[in-house]
């Protein structure tokens, strides 16, 4: 999966736009390239294993669509996958832990998933891609793995509204 996405690392894909160094000036192509090498192979190293585990354990769960849908974003699924508790089937924990975003990606594509990478208006790839992924779906394992999230607030709220809506009891009170 890796071999077949020559643009995907750690970071996600792509090189990204040049970045200011310390000194304030710009890098240069080739530190730029070379950045992207030192993400690559933080993608390929031993530290990469459980975060990709652990995406995959996710991935495991989410319903797959026919067509690549907008709002199943690698960054947003990588935080969900985060903050998943699961087990190694020997019952060893595994996760939660940081994953990064370029992990998830190469767990989706290794998966099965089919991605769509996207470019920013200057012509760079963004970091993140597009999945077909059911959206309803993440927003469920969203709801139930990390319910104080931002998502899952909002989502509690407006059942609240649909609720006093139809004349129910609000839960708070």
Not at 34 to 53: G, I, Q
Not at 62 to 71: D, Q, S
Not at 115 to 143: A, I, Q, R, W
């Amino acid at each position: 999966m890796v071999a077949a996405n020559e643009h995907l690392s750690a970071w996600g894909i792509g090189y990204g736009r040049s970045q200011r160094k310390h000194d304030g000036k710009w890098e240069s192509p080739e530190e730029r390239y070379s950045r992207f090498l030192e993400s690559r192979s933080r993608l390929l190293s031993e530290d990469a294993a459980s975060p990709f585990l652990t995406s995959l354990a996710l991935l495991a769960k989410v319903t797959r669509t026919k067509t690549i849908r907008k709002g199943t974003g690698s960054y947003w699924v990588k935080h969900i996958a985060e903050n998943l508790e699961c087990t190694y089937p020997e019952g060893e924990p595994l996760g939660p832990h940081y994953v990064p975003n370029g992990v998830l990606i190469a767990a989706a594509i290794h998966a099965g998933f089919l991605t769509k990478s996207h470019y920013d208006e200057l012509g760079y790839h963004s970091p993140n891609v597009t999945f077909n992924m059911s959206k309803p779906c993440l927003e469920d394992l969203d709801y139930v793995i990390r319910p104080d999230s931002g998502r899952s607030q909002d989502r509690r709220r407006e059942e609240e509204r649909r609720t006093l809506k139809k004349g129910g009891r609000s839960p708070w009170a």
